[in-house]
């Protein structure tokens, strides 16, 4: 069984449109997260949430929008997409204090 | 902020050879983790290691906590051991910028 889960694991769409990327957890963990990881590998936080509640908000546009129905799940909304939106975006859950990622979603925006 | 350095920015290996990553980080924390994201991209819990040493097979780490750095040990690498280990700090909120690993066989 996979623990975390995130869908699409490919996504390729225009300027302009708006997209969601689903994840899944089934670890039981009060805290999700999503990451952005740009074409030079490099991993920033954008949100954090703890049992439904938003706990981080890293400098992220507001054209993202986390939304967690559930502890077990968060997903990103994204508006009117730019091409600097392109990267691969990974979902993670924790515990106190370890993390697990999921598979990530690749997202091409053109 | 907390800023996060690793070194070496690129390493490349002989299979069987061993390897020493280094992770600095610029305050004290009290949640220090290693990742290996494979070249298939996936990213993969090594270890949670605020201070103290882990061993985990032929991997190993160590965190000086006090001195600000921590260590990931690759003894006898294999080919299945490339892609890029990142560190990361502060219950994930800062990640270093990695540490491209590369075995040839």
């Known amino acids: 069984d996979t623990a975390v889960s995130q869908t699409p694991k490919y996504l390729v769409t225009q300027m302009g449109n708006d997209k969601s990327i689903k994840c899944e957890q089934n670890?039981?963990?009060?805290?999700m997260y999503w990451y952005k990881q740009d074409s030079k590998k490099f991993l920033k936080i954008m949100f954090s949430y703890n049992n439904k509640e938003l706990i981080i908000n890293e400098t992220v546009p507001n054209r993202f929008s986390p939304k967690s129905p559930d502890k077990a799940h968060l997903n990103l909304h994204i508006n009117s997409l730019e091409l600097g939106d392109s990267a691969v975006y990974f979902c993670?859950?924790?515990?106190?204090?370890?993390?697990?990622f999921g598979p990530g979603t690749r997202l091409t925006v053109t | 902020g907390i800023q996060v350095e690793q070194s070496p920015p690129d390493l490349i290996l002989q299979e069987g050879a061993n390897s020493t990553l280094r992770c600095n980080f610029s305050?004290?924390?009290?949640?220090l983790q290693w990742f290996h994201q494979n070249p298939w991209g996936q990213l993969i819990n090594l270890f949670y290691i605020p201070s103290g040493t882990k061993q985990n097979g032929r991997l190993s780490a160590t965190t000086v906590a006090t001195e600000r750095y921590s260590l990931l040990y690759i003894s006898s690498s294999q080919t299945t051991d490339s892609g890029v280990y990142f560190c990361a700090v502060y219950y994930g909120r800062r990640f270093g910028a990695g540490t491209r690993l590369t075995v040839k066989p």
């Open positions: 305050d004290s924390v009290n949640n």
């Open positions: 670890l039981g963990h009060d805290t």
């Open positions: 993670a859950s924790s515990t106190r204090d370890e993390q697990y």
